[in-house]
């Protein structure tokens, strides 16, 4: 019986750790999805209508995403780790519409066409990428760990 409880408390620190360096990712992630999108819109972006305004936006949400995902208590950690998870979800899907189009609609978001070789474009996909999948572990990880 001694064994199982061992086994149980190493696994659950194990988690413990995994969890806390999937929230600093995670942050950090977050971070770099809204610093990109205020470069960018510091760099030429603001000027063009309606996506000027999404990329400021797009900005204070990462950065506030990334601050919650760093204070939320970890009774809170599974939304804040979902919230994340939607916010990158929703900031590629919406670089993928602007740039190619998806589900059948013609690239583009309000009148704007992106461009695969635009400035920050590939750092920006592989950033999101990186960020829908770390969010995808923390937040069944934390869900797992809620559980109990």
Known sequence: MTGTVTQSRRTG????????LLRLAGAGLLA??????????????????VIGP???LQAVLGFG???LLLIAPPRLLVWAALLGLLFAAGSLGALLQSTYG???LEPGMFDFV??????LWQETFWVE???IAVLLVLTILAA???RG
């Open 32 to 49: 770099a999805v809204a610093g990109i999108h205020l470069y960018l819109w510091q760099d030429g972006y603001d000027a063009i209508d």
């Open 144 to 146: 797992r760990r809620r």
């Open 114 to 119: 992106e461009s695969d070789v635009a400035p």
């Open 13 to 20: 620190a194990g988690t413990g750790a995994a969890i806390a």
């Open 65 to 67: 995403g990334a601050l």
């Open 129 to 131: 990428i990186a960020a």
């Open 102 to 104: 998806v589900l059948g």
């Open 54 to 56: 999404a990329f400021l």
